[in-house]
């Protein structure tokens, strides 16, 4: 027990000093993992910071940005930053739950179908008929099913992209179950729930975690363009789709109603996009041995 506690104790400055060196190799990782824990930070402390983003004052209505009111405020009077700082809430709340809900259920689809063969064709033509519908309009038609909630929205937004989880994980599950070590284990009895999760699955984090990145980026845009077309989040919830639905009605009057969230938006998509390509430089041997070059 002394051994292993010692041998705990010296691998983590090792594991720690190891994940700094990285960082420090990819300055861009670093930096967008930086923005995304301001805006989570932002979006965690705003509510006790600023006023409450459905407060209702006629008296204020489409105040333009100054000191009073940083962002300006709507046609209702509510201030457009308390809202638009709302609104990273609800983004970052739908980008990370679609993104945990497509991983796990896109690995596990793809274990199984990449493994065992009586199962894939069933499973992939299943995928496919999903990809085969646009990724707007299949959650559009969940929403006008389930109905206008933040839980809905998840779920119309996770599953047109399941299919492209499944698919990535199966293809390298396909390369994987091929190697002398998954016959070696075959060999010697592993269970299958053993050999999957053991054997197979820790050579699939890397592409699994760029490609969640892509999801997570994928659902904020996913999320706004629902609720920008009034079949997101419900009108009262103040996500970045339905300010900028409410202002394209003010454009000229009061631009700033939709132009702060559009651009808060622009900056948390392209940071995770940032994030995304850069593990995949960072992952990849071969794209990092092209960049070498």
Not at 162 to 172: E, N, Q, T
């Amino acid at each position: 027990m002394a051994v292993s506690e010692t041998a705990d104790t010296v691998m983590r400055p090792r594991r720690a000093a190891a994940y700094i060196s990285f960082l420090r190799r990819h300055p861009t990782i670093l930096f967008g993992l930086v923005v995304l824990l301001v805006a989570v930070v932002v979006a965690l402390i705003s509510p006790y910071l600023l006023p409450d983003p459905k407060a209702i004052n006629p008296i204020y209505r489409l105040r333009p940005p100054g000191e009073a009111f940083w962002f300006g405020t709507d046609h209702l009077g509510r201030s457009v930053l308390s809202r638009s700082l709302n609104g990273t809430r609800v983004s970052l709340a739908v980008g990370i739950l679609v993104a945990v809900a497509v991983t796990l259920a896109g690995v596990a689809i793809g274990l199984l179908s990449g493994f065992l063969r009586k199962l894939d064709d069933i499973v992939m033509r299943v995928m496919d008929g999903i990809m085969a519908v646009p990724g707007v309009l299949l959650a559009i038609a969940l929403m006008s099913l389930f109905g206008s909630s933040l839980q809905n929205v998840v779920i119309a937004i996770s599953i047109p992209e399941i299919p492209r989880m499944a698919r990535l994980v199966r293809s390298a599950v396909l390369s994987i179950r091929e190697q002398p070590y998954i016959d070696a284990a075959i060999t010697n009895g592993t269970r299958l729930p053993r050999l999957l999760v053991r054997h197979v699955l820790p050579n699939t984090v890397a592409p699994v975690l760029v490609q969640a990145t892509y999801v997570f980026a994928s659902a904020m845009i996913l999320e706004a363009v629902l609720s920008f077309l009034g079949a997101g989040t419900p009108p009262e919830v103040a996500s970045w789709g339905n300010m900028m639905a409410e202002g394209r009605q003010y454009l000229q009057r009061a631009p700033w109603m939709a132009a702060f969230p559009g651009v808060l938006l622009a900056i948390l998509v392209l940071t995770v996009n940032v994030v995304g390509d850069a593990l995949r430089d960072a992952i990849d041997p071969r794209l990092a041995g092209k960049g070498a070059k």
